[in-house]
């Protein structure tokens, strides 16, 4: 079957682009759609093949895209959250006849929305699961708002060969956090971290919507000389970043509304470098408890950092299960199944 990814982000940087992969390496032609304002970029592999600008109707956009849609045999996500494309829409309501068409929902769009905002994105979650065949699912407790969707879990593209350097027992522990700074990073938790004997380089970007999580960044630099921001990452510089660590960290506040339905892709990165991993208990590593460890309360963070060493659980991590092969192998299948 031929996949297609609908998106508002560039190729580059949208993590779907693994299980594309996934996909051209099982043979199918994989296709990557950047749409938006005007603009329609098509990947296949890691080519433009196609650039469109000035795009100005949705027929037009129908007409360049059509090309690209093979019948009953093309799988086609559709998850535009809300930077919703208007082309995606469009495209959608004619093509839906004629392939797989799946609303893919990798995030609670509606978390931070309130009033006419909440209520806009709430009618274009339904038009979505009206238009779409089937709904795909990151986070298995939207299962509830989302009855008979796929759970699609997230996964890793790095190889599950590489283990990160043991320690001597000499040096301060190396401790890494790879994502976003936002609203929801949790510094005092950094803080804590950096209080203890550790190195902890931080990698990412400040988000552009939460400016004060750029402050509290600098704020902690210039308080811990044992932390240091390396920037902005590429997910694919991953294989070659992580293995120089031994713990990975998940610093997000727990309680705050950001992280009710993420399944964050670092704890997966993590895992299958085998890193261990110290997060706060949010759901999803609540849910992976057998492989991480819960900065709870229920034990200081010195004894939960040494347990981190002394007592791994990242050894028990079947990587092979959470590969964008695996995830590509079982969209497939299901789609598939749903034919006959």
């Not at 799946?102 to 006419?116: E, H, L, M, P, R």
């Not at 708002?145 to 190396?174: F, I, V, W």
């Not at 600098?218 to 932390?227: C, P, S």
């Not at 991480?292 to 060493?309: A, C, F, N, P």
Request: aromatic share 10%; glycine share 8%; with cysteine.
């Amino acid at each position: 079957m031929d996949l297609i990814v609908f998106s508002g982000k560039r190729y580059a940087a949208d993590f779907r682009k693994h299980l594309l992969r996934a996909a051209q390496a099982d043979g199918c032609r994989a296709t990557h759609v950047q749409c938006g304002r005007g603009v329609l970029v098509v990947t296949q592999g890691e080519n433009v093949v196609a650039e469109y600008r000035g795009v100005r109707s949705y027929l037009q956009a129908f007409r360049l895209l059509r090309p690209l849609f093979h019948g009953d045999r093309t799988i086609v996500l559709y998850g535009t959250g809300p930077g919703l494309s208007l082309f995606a829409l469009f495209i959608s309501v004619i093509t839906v006849a004629s392939c797989c068409s799946c609303y893919d929902v990798y995030d609670d769009f509606t978390y931070d929305a309130t009033g006419a905002t909440r209520c806009l994105r709430w009618m274009v979650d339904r038009y979505w699961r009206w238009v779409c065949q089937r709904v795909v699912i990151l986070d298995p407790n939207l299962a509830g708002r989302y009855p008979g969707a796929l759970h699609l879990d997230n996964a890793s593209h790095l190889s599950p060969q590489r283990k990160p350097p043991t320690s001597t027992g000499s040096e301060a522990l190396r401790l890494v956090y790879a994502g976003t700074i936002d609203d929801r990073t949790d510094f005092e938790f950094l803080y804590a971290l950096a209080a203890k004997d550790v190195t902890l380089d931080i990698y990412g970007r400040v988000h552009p919507d939460y400016p004060g999580a750029g402050l509290r960044l600098g704020r902690l630099l210039a308080a811990r000389a044992n932390v240091r921001f390396l920037g902005e990452y590429d997910n694919d510089e991953l294989e070659e970043i992580l293995p120089q660590y031994q713990i990975g960290v998940v610093p997000y506040l727990p309680s705050h509304r950001l992280t009710t339905h993420i399944n964050p892709d670092k704890i997966y990165h993590y895992l299958n470098v085998g890193l261990e991993v110290v997060s706060l208990p949010i759901p999803q590593t609540v849910r992976l408890a057998d492989y991480i460890h819960i900065v709870d309360g229920s034990q200081s963070l010195e004894t939960v950092l040494r347990s981190s060493i002394l007592s791994p659980r990242s050894s028990g991590w079947i990587a092979r299960r959470y590969t964008w092969d695996a995830r590509w192998s079982q969209l497939r299948g299901t789609m598939q199944a749903g034919d006959e």
